[in-house]
């Protein structure tokens, strides 16, 4: 597994799963929440949900499977 870090940003809001595709955009919406579903997305060590609202300054932690890693050369 790859593991992606990502830092909300002072103006960032709205859903986690929409501001994540944003910050993401190799990787689908749809992607991102079977992602969370899985528990592969965490903030703080702990699951989040997809509902959840984006808290500036949290930052939200990604475990790629590696099947979702795109090697380009």
Same mark, same amino acid.
């Given at each position: 597994? /790859? !593991?992606? /870090?990502?830092?909300?940003?002072?103006?960032?809001?709205? !859903?986690?799963?929409?501001?994540?595709? &944003?910050?993401?955009?190799?990787?689908? !919406?749809?992607?991102?929440?079977?992602?969370? /579903?899985? &528990?592969?997305?965490?903030? &703080?060590?702990?699951? =989040?949900?997809?509902?959840?609202? =984006? =808290?500036?300054?949290?930052?939200?932690?990604?475990?790629?499977?590696? $099947?979702?890693?795109?090697? $380009? /050369?």
């Amino acid at each position: 597994m /790859e !593991r992606l /870090e990502l830092t909300a940003a002072p103006g960032d809001s709205g !859903r986690l799963d929409a501001w994540l595709a &944003g910050q993401c955009p190799t990787l689908s !919406r749809s992607a991102l929440q079977n992602l969370i /579903e899985q &528990g592969l997305v965490t903030c &703080g060590g702990a699951p =989040v949900n997809k509902k959840d609202k =984006v =808290v500036p300054g949290k930052v939200y932690a990604i475990d790629l499977p590696l $099947s979702l890693i795109h090697i $380009s /050369e």
